[in-house]
T-cell receptor, first 112, second 115 residues
Framework: DQQVKQNSPSLSVQEGRISILNCDYT??????FLWYKKYPAEGPTFLIS?????DKNEDGRFTVFLNKSAKHLSLHIVPSQPGDSAVYFC???????????FGQGTILTVHP | DSGVTQTPKHLITATGQRVTLRCSPR?????VYWYQQSLDQGLQFLIQ???????AKGNILERFSAQQFPDLHSELNLSSLELGDSALYFC??????????????FGQGTRLTVV
């Protein structure tokens, strides 16, 4: 039962353009959502999060949008840079417990 | 450097054997989480400990067990190993017990290869 899905295994964009990574979830109990970035041979690194009381959270070039009715969140990276090339995982959880449910990841490649 | 230390980085062992993976959380973090990442899979939550007590359990096999010690380091024990147990095992830590207290910080992982 895949409660968090990232339907795009990979995404390729040009440097300077916008990268949009998508994530869908099914569990209505999820009320906290996070994005992690992972480089090869490293552990995932926290990028940005959003709670269910918001629909948008921005941090520099990174913005996360949450559409609760559609159970969908997205990560926008503007402008994209070659150093952003990594695997991006979305994760969901409940504020009352620490377990995170991860998606399968999307490989982002930003071409110079 | 996330501050979370996992040892060993790589481990190669034979089927049927038992191994122990070790995790030292960031200073001050009380929660430790274990995740498994198999080939082509996302991170699968295994288990969480908070201040020495088990708090949440995920898809952890009965052959696997974990504990968190008084100094807050944690060990994940994998026994009767099978080829399918080959994976990256990540440990993460956070200050609090809930997801929203703070984000979890991940170690670099232990790559386990069962031959």
């Amino acid at each position: 039962d895949q409660q968090v899905k990232q339907n795009s295994p990979s995404l390729s964009v040009q440097e300077g353009r916008i990268s949009i990574l998508n994530c869908d979830y099914t569990n209505s109990m999820f009320d906290y959502f996070l994005w992690y970035k992972k480089y090869p041979a490293e552990g995932p690194t926290f990028l940005i999060s959003i709670s269910s009381i918001k629909d948008k959270n921005e941090d520099g070039r990174f913005t996360v949008f949450l559409n609760k009715s559609a159970k969908h969140l997205s990560l926008h990276i503007v402008p994209s840079q070659p150093g952003d090339s990594a695997v991006y995982f979305c994760a969901s959880g409940g504020t009352s417990y620490g377990k995170l449910t991860f998606g399968q990841g999307t490989i982002l490649t930003v071409h110079p | 450097d996330s501050g979370v230390t996992q040892t060993p980085k790589h481990l190669i062992t034979a089927t049927g054997q038992r191994v122990t993976l070790r995790c030292s959380p960031r200073s001050g973090d009380l929660s430790v989480y274990w995740y498994q990442q198999s080939l082509d899979q996302g991170l699968q939550f295994l288990i969480q400990y908070y201040n020495g007590e088990e708090r949440a359990k995920g898809n952890i096999l009965e052959r696997f067990s974990a504990q968190q010690f008084p100094d807050l380091h944690s060990e994940l024990n994998l026994s009767s190993l099978e080829l399918g147990d080959s994976a990256l095992y990540f440990c993460a830590s956070s200050v609090g017990n809930g997801v929203a207290d703070t984000e979890a910080f991940f170690g670099q992982g232990t790559r386990l290869t069962v031959v």
